[in-house]
């Protein structure tokens, strides 16, 4: 792939269906400091896609800050950024699946989200072209949808609602900092970009550009709905909407047209579903490579140069996780997740050599404590699930490798 490929697959994992439903909750947490809001969760995404370009640049390999983390502060770190991503994307998967079947097949949720989940896994086993050019396809219908529904919501834009907005901030800087992290989840789209290291053509001057122009056109985008959602709703509504989108097509004289906001919904989970599997199945690659997971999983097709057995495995087990459990609700420890992995990954920034830098040691401390911070003020539920995930994965690390060391010595006399 080249820049532009590598951009689409980046902005297509950030355009994702939460574009569709994240700022209710930021506006329940934020009320008119949504904004703001945005705008913090956009400072600490610049933090971290520079540090991502800054590694990616010298590390060009599948895997992102797990083979980070491992090259720059030590395997625990590495192994605790793959398990978070791993694991929290892989949950990720399936509410995107389930997602779209909501809007797509409304009644058939369940059957149509295993459809979509085989079909994507299909055409990420064909090779990254052909993922990248279903990306660009989605991309363009999400692109154009927010763009329509966008223009004829700001319509019936009126400043006075926030002017008149009771409660103004009605959490205070916490809610501020609650709905950032909220809304960074949205954001965090341009690590697909940095796991595709050896699938890009020229990966150390690709990827930063790829990560950085995503990221650009993501901020703007975001900022552009995030405004007419304000205008339109103002911030009581918002908080309230279960489909803020579709509401203020309502509320401009447009509700005929709520069947827009629908397509653009599907096209945008089946992007995101796309890029997260191809995401997760090369952490898998890279975190088989070091046994951190089955060395089955790091297996690479010999035509497709696809790393086949993580991406069906990964397929597998959001196919059952969509059969068995309604993930849409239960996964805000994926918010959590993805913090951590980001902190890990400012932190291996800041510990590379000058000969690598490009950008100042201050802006990964700024990351890594910006990360902290909206990690630490996201919902305790969130928080609580979250430890608990990295606490079941490194105490199995922990007993994996004991047992490893235990065989190998049980070994060595007898040889």
Not at 6 to 18: P, R, Y
Not at 92 to 113: D, I, K, N, Q, W
């Given at each position: 792939?080249?820049?532009?490929?590598?951009?689409?697959?980046?902005?297509?994992?950030?355009?994702?269906?939460?574009?569709?439903?994240?700022?209710?909750?930021?506006?329940?947490?934020?009320?008119?400091?949504?904004?703001?809001?945005?705008?913090?969760?956009?400072?600490?995404?610049?933090?971290?896609?520079?540090?991502?370009?800054?590694?990616?640049?010298?590390?060009?390999?599948?895997?992102?800050?797990?083979?980070?983390?491992?090259?720059?502060?030590?395997?625990?770190?590495?192994?605790?950024?793959?398990?978070?991503?791993?694991?929290?994307?892989?949950?990720?998967?399936?509410?995107?699946?389930?997602?779209?079947?909501?809007?797509?097949?409304?009644?058939?949720?369940?059957?149509?989200?295993?459809?979509?989940?085989?079909?994507?896994?299909?055409?990420?086993?064909?090779?990254?072209?052909?993922?990248?050019?279903?990306?660009?396809?989605?991309l363009a219908v999400v692109v154009l949808v927010l763009t329509v529904v966008t223009v004829l919501a700001a319509t019936a834009a009126d400043p006075g609602r926030l002017a008149t907005a009771a409660g103004g901030f009605p959490h205070g800087l916490?809610?501020?900092?609650?709905?950032?992290?909220?809304?960074?989840?949205?954001?965090?789209?341009?690590?697909?970009?940095?796991?595709?290291?050896?699938?890009?053509?020229?990966?150390?001057?690709?990827?930063?550009?790829?990560?950085?122009?995503?990221?650009?056109?993501?901020?703007?985008?975001?900022?552009?709905?995030?405004?007419?959602?304000?205008?339109?709703?103002?911030?009581?509504?918002?908080?309230?909407?279960?489909?803020?989108?579709?509401?203020?097509?309502?509320?401009?004289?447009?509700?005929?047209?709520?069947?827009?906001?629908?397509?653009?919904a599907a096209a945008a989970s089946l992007g995101a579903l796309l890029a997260l599997i191809a995401g997760v199945g090369r952490t898998s690659l890279a975190m088989a490579r070091q046994r951190d997971l089955p060395g089955s999983l790091a297996a690479?097709?010999?035509?497709?140069?696809?790393?086949?057995?993580?991406?069906?495995?990964?397929?597998?087990?959001?196919?059952?996780?969509?059969?068995?459990?309604?993930?849409?609700?239960?996964?805000?420890?994926?918010?959590?997740?993805?913090?951590?992995?980001?902190?890990?990954?400012?932190?291996?920034?800041?510990?590379?050599?000058?000969?690598?830098?490009?950008?100042?040691?201050?802006?990964?401390?700024?990351?890594?404590?910006?990360?902290?911070?909206?990690?630490?003020?996201?919902?305790?539920?969130?928080?609580?699930?979250?430890?608990?995930?990295?606490?079941?994965?490194?105490?199995?690390r922990l007993i994996t490798r004991r047992l490893r060391a235990r065989h190998t010595a049980e070994q060595s006399p007898q040889q």
């Amino acid at each position: 792939m080249g820049t532009v490929d590598a951009t689409v697959i980046g902005l297509g994992s950030m355009l994702g269906a939460g574009v569709f439903a994240a700022f209710a909750p930021a506006a329940a947490a934020a009320g008119t400091g949504l904004l703001p809001a945005l705008g913090l969760a956009g400072v600490i995404a610049y933090c971290n896609a520079a540090s991502s370009a800054q590694l990616a640049a010298a590390y060009p390999t599948s895997g992102g800050t797990y083979v980070y983390g491992r090259e720059r502060l030590g395997h625990w770190w590495g192994f605790a950024a793959g398990w978070g991503f791993v694991i929290g994307k892989t949950a990720s998967c399936a509410a995107m699946a389930l997602t779209f079947a909501a809007y797509a097949v409304p009644g058939h949720e369940r059957l149509a989200a295993v459809g979509a989940v085989v079909v994507l896994a299909a055409v990420n086993y064909a090779g990254i072209t052909r993922t990248a050019a279903l990306t660009r396809l989605l991309l363009a219908v999400v692109v154009l949808v927010l763009t329509v529904v966008t223009v004829l919501a700001a319509t019936a834009a009126d400043p006075g609602r926030l002017a008149t907005a009771a409660g103004g901030f009605p959490h205070g800087l916490l809610g501020v900092l609650q709905a950032a992290g909220l809304l960074f989840f949205a954001f965090a789209g341009y690590a697909r970009i940095a796991t595709l290291g050896e699938e890009v053509r020229d990966p150390a001057r690709t990827i930063p550009r790829a990560i950085l122009t995503a990221l650009a056109l993501a901020v703007v985008i975001y900022a552009a709905i995030g405004a007419v959602m304000l205008l339109v709703l103002g911030p009581q509504q918002l908080a309230t909407a279960t489909t803020p989108l579709a509401e203020a097509m309502t509320t401009a004289g447009y509700g005929s047209l709520t069947v827009v906001v629908r397509i653009g919904a599907a096209a945008a989970s089946l992007g995101a579903l796309l890029a997260l599997i191809a995401g997760v199945g090369r952490t898998s690659l890279a975190m088989a490579r070091q046994r951190d997971l089955p060395g089955s999983l790091a297996a690479v097709h010999p035509r497709y140069q696809v790393p086949h057995r993580a991406e069906l495995t990964v397929a597998a087990i959001v196919i059952a996780l969509v059969l068995t459990t309604d993930l849409r609700g239960a996964i805000g420890f994926s918010s959590f997740g993805v913090l951590v992995y980001y902190a890990i990954a400012n932190a291996a920034a800041f510990a590379q050599p000058p000969e690598h830098r490009r950008w100042p040691r201050a802006l990964n401390v700024l990351g890594v404590l910006g990360c902290l911070t909206l990690a630490a003020t996201l919902p305790p539920t969130a928080v609580l699930a979250g430890l608990a995930v990295f606490a079941i994965g490194l105490l199995g690390r922990l007993i994996t490798r004991r047992l490893r060391a235990r065989h190998t010595a049980e070994q060595s006399p007898q040889q």
